[in-house]
C-alpha cells in the first residue's frame, strides 16, 4: 500500500511537471499558471520525501543493498 502511494506520488510529480512546461509553451510565461503547477510540484514531492523516510521509521521500506 506505502509503495503504490509513493509511486503515485512520483506519477502525479511527472505530470505536474509536464503541464508546468506545457504552460510555459503556451502561454510564454504570462500567467500564474506555470508557478501555481510549481507549488504543486513542491508539495508532491514533499509528500513522497514524508512517504519514504514514514516507510523506513516503520519499517515497510528496506534498502535494497545487495
Do not use: Y
Not at 509553451?25 to 508532491?44: I, N, Q
Amino acid at each position: 500500500m506505502l509503495k503504490t502511494a509513493i509511486v503515485l506520488s512520483l506519477v502525479a510529480t511527472l505530470v505536474s511537471l509536464f503541464s508546468g512546461l506545457f504552460f510555459l509553451v503556451r502561454d510564454e510565461g504570462r500567467s500564474s499558471r506555470v508557478l501555481a503547477s510549481l507549488a504543486v510540484r513542491v508539495a508532491l514531492s514533499a509528500l513522497t520525501v514524508v512517504l519514504i523516510a514514514w516507510g523506513f521509521w516503520s519499517g515497510q521500506l528496506h534498502p535494497g543493498f545487495g
